[in-house]
């Protein structure tokens, strides 16, 4: 590598992303999901490590883009969470699930870079839609429910 991070930042950067992946992950897998804690730790660890890697590969001063490695690893992670994603006659599932994937991704690669704000925040405001929406979501569909027994 032509740049070289120091050693206790990289173990920051990394642990930073395997916790909050963590998090997100804590919450899938509280739900019962099948992409839970573990998965989501290993996607956002992934996406640190190839970050941290390109941005590790080239110096501030060359004219190539590192950021092309992180566009790599949002596509990569993209195909892996569309397999979560699954079709059962006229339902489909896993869509939440593939979107957390790619967000995890994405926290990962923020916590590689080490924009620690930008990461901290991009799982606050995911565990706010996961937890509060989720709620939210699952009331209106009782209440939905409730409405189709009363029409009956």
């Known amino acids: 590598m032509n740049v070289d991070i120091p050693i206790w930042e990289t173990l920051i950067r990394l642990t930073l992303a395997?916790?909050?992946?963590?998090?997100?992950?804590?919450?899938?897998?509280?739900?019962?999901?099948?992409a839970g804690l573990r998965t989501n730790m290993m996607v956002s660890l992934g996406a640190a490590t190839f970050t941290l890697m390109s941005v590790g590969m080239v110096p501030e001063s060359a004219s190539t883009d590192p950021s092309r490695i992180v566009t790599g690893v949002a596509t990569g992670i993209g195909f892996l969470g569309a397999g979560s994603i699954i079709k059962t006659g006229a339902t489909v599932s896993g869509i939440t699930t593939a979107a957390g994937i790619w967000v995890v991704g994405s926290v990962?690669?923020?916590?590689?870079?080490?924009?620690?704000?930008?990461?901290?925040?991009?799982?606050?405001?995911?565990l706010?839609?996961?937890?509060?929406?989720?709620?939210?979501?699952?009331?209106?569909?009782?209440?939905?429910?409730?409405t189709q027994k009363a029409q009956r």
């Open 128 to 146: 706010i839609v996961l937890f509060v929406f989720g709620k939210i979501e699952t009331h209106a569909m009782d209440g939905d429910h409730d």
């Open 18 to 34: 395997v916790v909050l992946g963590g998090l997100i992950g804590w919450e899938r897998e509280h739900r019962g999901k099948p």
């Open 108 to 126: 990962g690669a923020a916590a590689g870079v080490g924009a620690y704000s930008v990461a901290t925040a991009a799982t606050v405001v995911s």
